[in-house]
């Protein structure tokens, strides 16, 4: 079989939301957007839930409703871009609370849902989505009176605890949310190691769930094997690759694997690329191709039928680290042509 292998460990997944959620004396909800940071919301959904997540996030409606399909009637979904227009129906009928981000969407969401569930969606410094301090002074009153199930923000650098403009938005945060009488929520998996003044009443962990940073102690989640499907010798002075980018030093073993950029392989990576055959670290040769990767098992014993991409000695973050990337690119680019298999439950 030449098709590539991502497994997804579930019980490692609960396990870090568990870790989390033990972090905060909050309730402690999941983000599920993206389809489960590429991993599956079909599959990761329902472990979350079986775990006790009780309140998922989402970024659109339409994703909102596909988690209600999988999810049942009972857990609350929220809707990061809120109530946008043309989405009324597709609110209404899976039952989705938005998180309102601007005064046109408040009413929209009045007029064409009276009485239905929504949050508040506050900017207390990142300049991305939510409402400014002057718009929501404006429409605080009118809000509160429909009795909104959350009011949130979002941090924008929660990963690195240093940052004064942690300290920042949380002022910023309390300031516009003082005093009221509705769930709040802050923090992101960032916000939810920074500790307990960030926690206020619901946290609100994605990556550090899916085993990425800035969750230091998280478990890895998704784990990849590549499919040799060509091993040929090449001697010094040839080539490997597109580009002629490398040059054999030496008589080498060249491994050709059945995967590339087209599964989320970051061509960025580059030279700096790694794979592994058992404890024999095997380093990329040449350029990633879009379904094709030359790799040097010269050191490596015998004839190996797959190498690790991620797994136990290299994680979502180290390839992230090649590519100039996140570990959240990393897991979202993966893509549709891997054999998935899910382990745990
Ligand atoms: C994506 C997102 C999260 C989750 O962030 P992580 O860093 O993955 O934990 C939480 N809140 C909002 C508003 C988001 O967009």
Not at 79 to 104: C, E, K, W, Y
Not at 282 to 292: E, Q
Not at 304 to 330: F, R
Request: aromatic content about 6%; glycine content about 10%.
């Amino acid at each position: 079989m030449a098709q590539a292998q991502l497994s997804i460990d579930l019980t490692a997944l609960r396990a870090n939301w568990r870790s989390l959620s033990e972090m905060a004396q909050a309730e402690t909800g999941a983000v599920v957007k993206a389809d489960a940071y590429g991993l599956g919301v079909e599959q990761v959904a329902p472990a979350l839930a079986a775990e006790g997540a009780r309140r998922f996030f989402v970024a659109i409606a339409e994703e909102g409703a596909e988690l209600r399909r999988i999810l049942g009637p009972r857990p609350e979904i929220c809707v990061f871009s809120g109530h946008m227009a043309g989405d009324a129906a597709l609110i209404r009928d899976a039952q989705l609370t938005p998180m309102i981000n601007s005064i046109d969407q408040m009413l929209r969401h009045v007029e064409g849902l009276p009485g239905h569930a929504f949050g508040i969606q506050l900017d207390s410094g990142m300049n991305r989505l939510g409402m400014e301090p002057a718009e929501w002074r404006a429409l605080r009153g009118i809000a509160l009176a429909q009795k909104p199930s959350l009011i949130m923000s979002h941090l924008a650098c929660a990963d690195e605890p240093a940052h004064p403009m942690n300290a920042q938005q949380l002022r910023s945060f309390v300031d516009m949310t003082d005093g009221i009488d509705a769930p709040r929520s802050l923090s992101a998996t960032g916000g939810v190691l920074l500790g307990p003044d960030y926690h206020f009443d619901v946290t609100r962990p994605g990556i550090g769930v899916y085993g990425g940073l800035p969750f230091l102690d998280a478990r890895p989640v998704a784990f990849v094997d590549l499919p040799v499907i060509q091993i040929r010798e090449v001697l010094p002075g040839e080539t490997v690759g597109y580009g002629n980018t490398w040059t054999a030093e030496r008589p080498s073993r060249v491994a050709t694997v059945a995967a590339g950029y087209a599964d989320g392989i970051l061509r960025s990576m580059g030279h700096q690329a790694h794979l592994w055959a058992g404890e024999t670290r095997c380093a990329v040769l040449g350029r990633i191709s879009m379904d094709l990767i030359g790799i040097d098992v010269t050191d490596v014993t015998g004839d190996p039928d797959t190498l690790e991409l991620l797994g136990t000695h290299q994680s979502i973050d180290t390839l992230a680290d090649w590519a100039g990337s996140i570990g959240y690119e990393i897991l979202t680019s993966l893509g549709a042509r891997y054999n998935r298999s899910y382990t745990g439950a």
